[in-house]
Protein backbone atom coordinates (compact mmCIF):
# COMPACT_ATOMS: atom_id res chain seq x y z
CA UNK A 1 0.00 0.00 0.00
CA UNK A 2 1.18 3.45 -0.46
CA UNK A 3 1.28 4.83 2.80
CA UNK A 4 2.76 1.57 4.04
CA UNK A 5 -0.30 0.87 6.76
CA UNK A 6 -3.14 -1.59 6.24
CA UNK A 7 -5.92 1.21 6.86
CA UNK A 8 -7.97 -2.23 8.13
CA UNK A 9 -6.14 -2.58 10.91
CA UNK A 10 -3.50 0.21 11.65
CA UNK A 11 -0.64 -2.01 11.46
CA UNK A 12 2.31 -0.70 9.51
CA UNK A 13 4.01 -2.61 6.40
CA UNK A 14 7.73 -2.61 6.46
CA UNK A 15 9.56 -3.85 3.96
CA UNK A 16 13.21 -5.43 5.51
CA UNK A 17 14.81 -5.29 2.06
CA UNK A 18 16.81 -2.38 2.69
CA UNK A 19 18.42 -3.58 5.74
CA UNK A 20 19.50 -6.48 4.14
CA UNK A 21 20.70 -5.59 0.80
CA UNK A 22 21.37 -1.19 1.51
CA UNK A 23 23.74 0.57 3.18
CA UNK A 24 24.05 0.79 7.08
CA UNK A 25 21.75 4.16 6.98
CA UNK A 26 18.83 2.33 5.34
CA UNK A 27 19.31 -0.84 7.66
CA UNK A 28 19.11 2.38 10.70
CA UNK A 29 15.61 4.11 8.40
CA UNK A 30 14.45 0.31 8.51
CA UNK A 31 15.04 -0.06 12.31
CA UNK A 32 13.33 3.39 12.99
CA UNK A 33 10.12 2.51 11.27
CA UNK A 34 9.72 -1.27 13.08
CA UNK A 35 10.47 0.80 15.97
CA UNK A 36 7.40 2.86 15.60
CA UNK A 37 5.95 -0.05 14.74
CA UNK A 38 6.16 -1.79 18.09
CA UNK A 39 5.73 1.16 19.85
CA UNK A 40 2.98 2.40 18.81
CA UNK A 41 0.84 -0.76 17.70
CA UNK A 42 3.01 -4.38 19.16
CA UNK A 43 2.24 -5.64 15.93
CA UNK A 44 3.52 -5.16 12.04
CA UNK A 45 3.50 -6.79 9.00
CA UNK A 46 6.77 -7.55 7.06
CA UNK A 47 7.90 -7.77 3.35
CA UNK A 48 11.14 -9.77 2.44
CA UNK A 49 11.52 -11.34 5.90
CA UNK A 50 13.66 -14.69 4.00
CA UNK A 51 11.28 -17.43 4.99
CA UNK A 52 9.67 -19.17 2.29
CA UNK A 53 5.56 -19.70 2.94
CA UNK A 54 4.66 -23.16 3.40
CA UNK A 55 1.44 -25.07 4.64
CA UNK A 56 0.97 -27.38 7.68
CA UNK A 57 -2.16 -29.01 5.80
CA UNK A 58 -0.44 -32.25 5.26
CA UNK A 59 0.28 -33.04 8.79
CA UNK A 60 -3.37 -32.26 10.07
CA UNK A 61 -4.99 -34.10 7.10
CA UNK A 62 -3.68 -37.31 8.60
CA UNK A 63 -6.37 -39.52 9.92
CA UNK A 64 -6.73 -38.78 13.21
CA UNK A 65 -4.79 -42.32 15.14
CA UNK A 66 -1.43 -41.21 12.69
CA UNK A 67 -1.35 -37.47 14.67
CA UNK A 68 -1.58 -39.35 18.29
CA UNK A 69 1.24 -40.75 17.45
CA UNK A 70 3.38 -37.83 18.12
CA UNK A 71 1.52 -37.08 21.50
CA UNK A 72 1.99 -34.00 23.51
CA UNK A 73 3.70 -35.44 26.53
CA UNK A 74 1.38 -34.62 30.06
CA UNK A 75 3.78 -32.16 31.50
CA UNK A 76 2.38 -28.58 31.11
CA UNK A 77 5.96 -27.51 30.39
CA UNK A 78 6.74 -30.21 27.65
CA UNK A 79 5.31 -28.03 24.99
CA UNK A 80 6.22 -30.32 21.69
CA UNK A 81 4.31 -32.38 19.67
CA UNK A 82 0.66 -32.96 18.56
CA UNK A 83 -2.48 -31.46 20.98
CA UNK A 84 -5.65 -32.42 20.00
CA UNK A 85 -8.78 -30.20 19.92
CA UNK A 86 -10.03 -28.87 23.32
CA UNK A 87 -6.19 -30.10 24.81
CA UNK A 88 -5.37 -26.46 25.20
CA UNK A 89 -6.86 -23.20 26.57
CA UNK A 90 -4.76 -19.82 25.82
CA UNK A 91 -5.38 -17.50 28.80
CA UNK A 92 -3.45 -14.16 29.95
CA UNK A 93 -2.46 -14.52 33.16
CA UNK A 94 -4.48 -16.53 34.72
CA UNK A 95 -2.93 -18.81 37.92
CA UNK A 96 -6.29 -19.57 39.85
CA UNK A 97 -7.19 -22.96 40.07
CA UNK A 98 -10.61 -21.98 39.73
CA UNK A 99 -10.23 -19.15 37.67
CA UNK A 100 -9.00 -21.62 35.22
CA UNK A 101 -11.39 -24.25 35.13
CA UNK A 102 -13.78 -21.17 34.13
CA UNK A 103 -11.16 -20.18 31.27
CA UNK A 104 -11.40 -24.10 30.31
CA UNK A 105 -15.40 -23.91 30.37
CA UNK A 106 -15.26 -22.21 26.76
CA UNK A 107 -13.18 -24.61 24.63
CA UNK A 108 -10.38 -23.63 22.38
CA UNK A 109 -11.40 -25.36 18.80
CA UNK A 110 -8.24 -25.72 17.22
CA UNK A 111 -5.44 -28.37 17.30
CA UNK A 112 -1.93 -28.53 16.82
CA UNK A 113 1.83 -29.43 16.72
CA UNK A 114 4.73 -27.60 18.56
CA UNK A 115 8.93 -28.61 17.46
CA UNK A 116 11.78 -26.83 18.98
CA UNK A 117 15.46 -27.25 18.64
CA UNK A 118 16.76 -30.82 17.70
CA UNK A 119 20.13 -30.72 18.67
CA UNK A 120 21.35 -33.05 21.25
CA UNK A 121 21.59 -30.52 23.98
CA UNK A 122 17.50 -29.04 23.66
CA UNK A 123 16.26 -28.90 27.35
CA UNK A 124 13.21 -30.51 25.32
CA UNK A 125 12.95 -33.42 23.16
CA UNK A 126 11.05 -32.87 20.33
CA UNK A 127 7.94 -35.24 19.31
CA UNK A 128 7.85 -36.33 16.10
CA UNK A 129 5.61 -38.63 14.02
CA UNK A 130 7.04 -41.76 12.38
CA UNK A 131 8.66 -41.22 9.54
CA UNK A 132 6.74 -44.05 7.74
CA UNK A 133 3.92 -41.81 8.59
CA UNK A 134 4.50 -38.92 7.07
CA UNK A 135 7.96 -38.95 5.11
CA UNK A 136 10.24 -35.67 4.65
CA UNK A 137 8.03 -34.07 6.94
CA UNK A 138 10.62 -34.19 10.16
CA UNK A 139 13.54 -33.49 7.58
CA UNK A 140 11.43 -30.27 6.30
CA UNK A 141 10.82 -28.65 9.56
CA UNK A 142 14.13 -28.70 11.18
CA UNK A 143 15.62 -27.06 8.04
CA UNK A 144 12.75 -24.33 8.45
CA UNK A 145 13.56 -23.92 12.05
CA UNK A 146 17.10 -22.91 10.57
CA UNK A 147 15.62 -20.65 7.97
CA UNK A 148 13.34 -18.86 10.57
CA UNK A 149 16.08 -18.24 12.85
CA UNK A 150 18.18 -16.46 10.52
CA UNK A 151 15.32 -13.92 9.87
CA UNK A 152 14.83 -14.05 14.16
CA UNK A 153 18.86 -12.66 14.13
CA UNK A 154 17.83 -10.26 11.22
CA UNK A 155 14.71 -8.71 13.14
CA UNK A 156 16.85 -8.79 16.93
CA UNK A 157 19.33 -6.64 15.23
CA UNK A 158 17.05 -3.90 14.03
CA UNK A 159 15.25 -4.19 17.19
CA UNK A 160 18.38 -3.44 19.00
CA UNK A 161 19.05 -0.91 16.67
CA UNK A 162 16.30 0.97 16.58
CA UNK A 163 16.08 0.97 20.77
CA UNK A 164 19.87 3.02 20.20
CA UNK A 165 21.37 -0.56 21.58
CA UNK A 166 24.63 -2.26 20.11
CA UNK A 167 23.42 -4.52 17.33
CA UNK A 168 24.20 -8.08 18.84
CA UNK A 169 22.73 -6.57 22.07
CA UNK A 170 19.50 -9.34 21.97
CA UNK A 171 21.09 -11.47 19.54
CA UNK A 172 23.80 -12.38 22.72
CA UNK A 173 20.83 -13.44 24.07
CA UNK A 174 19.29 -16.01 21.29
CA UNK A 175 22.21 -17.86 21.16
CA UNK A 176 20.70 -20.99 22.03
CA UNK A 177 17.70 -21.26 19.18
CA UNK A 178 15.62 -22.15 21.96
CA UNK A 179 12.81 -21.39 20.19
CA UNK A 180 9.10 -22.83 18.63
CA UNK A 181 7.46 -23.26 15.53
CA UNK A 182 3.81 -24.23 15.98
CA UNK A 183 1.41 -25.45 13.47
CA UNK A 184 -2.32 -24.78 13.71
CA UNK A 185 -5.28 -26.09 12.84
CA UNK A 186 -8.96 -24.19 13.19
CA UNK A 187 -11.51 -26.62 12.02
CA UNK A 188 -14.90 -25.52 10.64
CA UNK A 189 -17.21 -23.79 13.64
CA UNK A 190 -20.30 -22.27 13.40
CA UNK A 191 -19.47 -18.54 13.66
CA UNK A 192 -22.30 -17.93 15.74
CA UNK A 193 -20.70 -19.77 18.48
CA UNK A 194 -17.35 -17.67 17.87
CA UNK A 195 -19.67 -14.59 18.13
CA UNK A 196 -21.26 -15.39 21.15
CA UNK A 197 -18.44 -16.30 23.09
CA UNK A 198 -19.56 -20.14 23.42
CA UNK A 199 -16.43 -21.73 21.46
CA UNK A 200 -13.24 -19.80 20.91
CA UNK A 201 -10.18 -20.03 18.08
CA UNK A 202 -7.57 -18.15 20.60
CA UNK A 203 -8.66 -16.44 23.28
CA UNK A 204 -7.39 -12.55 23.70
CA UNK A 205 -3.49 -13.03 25.45
CA UNK A 206 -0.24 -12.00 24.76
CA UNK A 207 2.96 -14.18 23.51
CA UNK A 208 5.85 -15.42 26.19
CA UNK A 209 9.02 -14.89 24.19
CA UNK A 210 10.48 -11.96 22.75
CA UNK A 211 9.14 -11.72 18.76
CA UNK A 212 6.63 -13.60 17.30
CA UNK A 213 6.53 -14.14 13.53
CA UNK A 214 3.15 -15.43 11.98
CA UNK A 215 2.21 -16.56 8.59
CA UNK A 216 -1.49 -17.15 8.36
CA UNK A 217 -3.99 -17.97 5.48
CA UNK A 218 -6.68 -16.32 3.18
CA UNK A 219 -9.34 -17.09 5.66
CA UNK A 220 -8.72 -14.30 8.14
CA UNK A 221 -10.00 -14.23 12.05
CA UNK A 222 -6.91 -12.68 13.44
CA UNK A 223 -7.02 -9.76 15.99
CA UNK A 224 -5.02 -7.14 17.83
CA UNK A 225 -6.36 -4.74 20.37
CA UNK A 226 -6.10 -1.20 19.80
CA UNK A 227 -3.39 -0.08 22.56
CA UNK A 228 -5.01 3.16 23.45
CA UNK A 229 -8.75 1.85 23.42
CA UNK A 230 -8.39 -1.44 25.68
CA UNK A 231 -10.87 -3.89 24.51
CA UNK A 232 -11.57 -2.47 20.92
CA UNK A 233 -9.89 -4.91 18.22
CA UNK A 234 -9.47 -4.47 14.73
CA UNK A 235 -8.82 -7.01 12.53
CA UNK A 236 -4.93 -7.70 10.84
CA UNK A 237 -6.36 -9.80 7.82
CA UNK A 238 -3.95 -11.94 5.53
CA UNK A 239 -1.61 -9.50 3.39
CA UNK A 240 0.17 -11.60 0.39
CA UNK A 241 3.36 -11.99 0.68
CA UNK A 242 3.78 -10.62 4.26
CA UNK A 243 4.49 -12.07 7.58
CA UNK A 244 2.71 -10.86 10.60
CA UNK A 245 5.35 -9.84 13.28
CA UNK A 246 4.65 -8.89 17.13
CA UNK A 247 6.41 -8.33 20.02
CA UNK A 248 6.30 -10.53 23.28
CA UNK A 249 6.82 -10.02 27.11
CA UNK A 250 10.37 -11.03 27.32
CA UNK A 251 10.99 -7.79 25.01
CA UNK A 252 8.08 -5.76 26.63
CA UNK A 253 10.08 -6.31 30.00
CA UNK A 254 13.09 -5.29 28.28
CA UNK A 255 12.02 -2.31 26.97
CA UNK A 256 10.37 -1.20 30.14
CA UNK A 257 6.96 -1.53 28.39
CA UNK A 258 8.25 1.18 25.49
CA UNK A 259 7.31 -1.96 23.49
CA UNK A 260 4.35 -3.10 23.39
CA UNK A 261 3.32 -6.62 24.20
CA UNK A 262 0.12 -6.50 22.68
CA UNK A 263 -3.49 -8.74 23.14
CA UNK A 264 -4.37 -10.31 20.21
CA UNK A 265 -6.93 -13.46 19.39
CA UNK A 266 -8.49 -15.09 16.49
CA UNK A 267 -12.47 -15.17 16.02
CA UNK A 268 -14.87 -15.50 13.13
CA UNK A 269 -13.88 -13.72 10.28
CA UNK A 270 -15.55 -10.80 9.39
CA UNK A 271 -19.06 -11.04 7.98
CA UNK A 272 -18.95 -11.57 4.00
CA UNK A 273 -20.22 -7.20 2.38
CA UNK A 274 -21.75 -9.17 -0.41
CA UNK A 275 -24.60 -11.31 0.95
CA UNK A 276 -24.85 -12.88 -3.30
CA UNK A 277 -21.60 -14.04 -2.75
CA UNK A 278 -21.75 -18.25 -3.12
CA UNK A 279 -22.07 -20.18 0.10
CA UNK A 280 -19.06 -22.57 -0.85
CA UNK A 281 -17.53 -23.88 2.75
CA UNK A 282 -19.20 -21.48 4.64
CA UNK A 283 -23.20 -22.20 3.50
CA UNK A 284 -25.12 -22.09 5.58
CA UNK A 285 -28.12 -19.63 6.60
CA UNK A 286 -27.37 -16.41 8.84
CA UNK A 287 -27.72 -18.52 11.78
CA UNK A 288 -26.14 -21.45 11.49
CA UNK A 289 -23.28 -19.97 8.96
CA UNK A 290 -19.92 -22.16 9.16
CA UNK A 291 -16.42 -20.43 9.73
CA UNK A 292 -14.23 -21.69 7.42
CA UNK A 293 -11.56 -24.22 8.60
CA UNK A 294 -8.04 -21.57 8.82
CA UNK A 295 -4.64 -22.87 8.73
CA UNK A 296 -1.33 -21.02 10.09
CA UNK A 297 2.31 -21.25 11.22
CA UNK A 298 4.26 -19.63 14.04
CA UNK A 299 7.39 -19.08 14.98
CA UNK A 300 7.75 -18.14 18.32
CA UNK A 301 11.36 -16.65 19.61
CA UNK A 302 12.57 -17.03 22.62
CA UNK A 303 15.50 -15.85 24.59
CA UNK A 304 18.15 -18.76 26.04
CA UNK A 305 16.22 -20.24 28.68
CA UNK A 306 18.71 -19.16 31.41
CA UNK A 307 18.61 -15.89 30.23
CA UNK A 308 17.06 -13.57 33.21
CA UNK A 309 15.50 -10.35 31.45
CA UNK A 310 15.89 -7.23 32.71
CA UNK A 311 15.32 -4.09 31.26
CA UNK A 312 17.97 -2.19 29.28
CA UNK A 313 19.98 0.34 29.20
CA UNK A 314 18.42 3.76 28.33
CA UNK A 315 14.93 2.05 29.27
CA UNK A 316 15.13 3.15 33.29
CA UNK A 317 16.72 5.78 35.42
CA UNK A 318 15.73 8.78 37.53
CA UNK A 319 11.77 9.77 36.98
CA UNK A 320 11.61 6.32 34.71
CA UNK A 321 11.38 3.53 37.25
CA UNK A 322 11.64 -0.63 36.10
CA UNK A 323 8.09 -1.56 36.08
CA UNK A 324 9.07 -5.15 36.27
CA UNK A 325 11.51 -7.34 38.66
CA UNK A 326 14.43 -9.60 37.21
CA UNK A 327 12.78 -12.84 35.19
CA UNK A 328 14.07 -15.64 34.13
CA UNK A 329 13.05 -17.25 30.76
CA UNK A 330 12.53 -21.09 31.82
CA UNK A 331 10.61 -19.72 34.90
CA UNK A 332 8.50 -17.44 33.21
CA UNK A 333 7.61 -19.49 30.55
CA UNK A 334 6.90 -22.59 32.47
CA UNK A 335 4.34 -20.16 34.88
CA UNK A 336 2.63 -19.09 31.65
CA UNK A 337 2.33 -22.81 30.28
CA UNK A 338 0.99 -24.10 33.26
CA UNK A 339 -2.02 -22.07 33.24
CA UNK A 340 -2.88 -23.69 29.52
CA UNK A 341 -2.58 -27.42 30.28
Known amino acids: MANDVDERSSIPIIDLAPARHGSEDDAQRVAEKLHEAFKNVGFAYVRNHGVPEDVSRKFFSLPQADKDKAPRPAEAWHHRGYSSVGREKVSQMVFDEAAIAAARSVPDVKESFDIGRS ?30 YAAEVELLRLVALGMGLEKEYFVNHHKNKDNQIRLLHYPAVEEDLLRQGKAERIAAHTDFGTITMLFQDEVGGLEVEDVSEKGKFRPAPYIANTAVVNIGDFLMRWSNDELKSTMHRVKAPPPAKDKGEGKGEGEGSESNRMAKERYSIVYFMGADLETTVDCVPGCWGPGRPKKYEPVKCKEYVNMRMEANY
Not at 125 to 141: E, H, I, K, S
Open 119 to 148: DDEADIANVWPPRQVLPGFRDFFESFYEIC
